[in-house]
């Protein structure tokens, strides 16, 4: 069974540029969440999707966003970058709630 | 305010020795408790979990221990190899509030030959 799939796996943006990025569940899972990973705040959750309704948001300014499809596939899309929007970011998908397994994320580096 | 601390932050082990990574919580609501490893360059890979309805759960060389009343878990990983090292990182969730977890800082083990 394939595992989570996030493209692309690195990115150089330049300051108030947009990105988007994407991660494609595994097979089978409806929810699909998103992480930011930097060395200082550690892993912070951005939102979750379910069934292309987003169920639960964390506390990240609307410059973040996200949407599903009806395959199940995600992105996110970051607007107006800043040089701390720098870091790993981590699609996890779930068939049950609860267990989660993570893709290998997408290098986001601003300059 | 983090929801779930973890510690040490780093952690030096010989091989075959035991590795003890400990977490602590505040939320009583949390009910779902997984821990995840995660090598350079990687995802974080779930590595066990358990509910707030068992004290241990084990899976070959690794173990969850859970203290309810002093909102407490912790990971053991038994005679521990090199390729053991990675960063660990416990979490938390509460089963109203979907796959929404907090995670803690994270700890490097390094297993030394």
């Known amino acids: 069974k394939a595992g989570v799939t996030q493209t692309p796996r690195y990115l150089i943006k330049t300051r108030g540029q947009q990105v988007t990025l994407s991660c494609s569940p595994i097979?089978?899972?409806?929810?699909v969440s998103w992480y930011q990973q930097t060395p200082g705040q550690g892993l912070q959750f951005l939102f979750e999707?379910?069934?292309?309704?987003?169920?639960n948001k964390g506390n990240f300014p609307g410059r973040f966003s996200g949407r599903q499809f009806s395959n199940s596939r995600s992105e996110m899309n970051v607007s107006t970058l800043e040089l701390g929007d720098s870091a790993l970011y981590l699609c996890?998908?779930?068939?049950?709630?609860?267990?989660?397994?993570f893709g290998q994320g997408t290098r986001l580096t601003v300059v | 305010q983090q929801q779930v601390k973890q510690s040490p932050q780093s952690l030096i082990v010989q091989k075959g020795g035991i590795s003890i990574i400990n977490c602590a919580y505040e939320n009583t609501a949390f009910d779902y408790f997984p821990w995840y490893q995660q090598f350079p360059g990687k995802g974080p890979a779930l590595l066990i979990a358990i509910r707030p309805d068992v004290s241990e759960k084990k899976e070959g060389r690794f173990t969850i221990s859970f203290n309810k009343s002093a909102k407490q878990f912790s990971l053991h990983i038994m005679d521990s190899q090199p390729g053991d090292s990675a960063t660990y990182f416990c979490?938390?969730?509460?089963?109203?509030?979907?796959?929404?977890?907090?995670f803690g800082s994270g700890t490097k083990l390094n297993v030394k030959p």
């Open positions: 979490a938390a969730s509460i089963s109203g509030n979907f796959n929404k977890f907090y």
């Open positions: 999707y379910f069934s292309e309704t987003q169920r």
């Open positions: 097979s089978g899972h409806r929810s």
């Open positions: 996890a998908s779930s068939f049950h709630q609860g267990e989660a397994f």
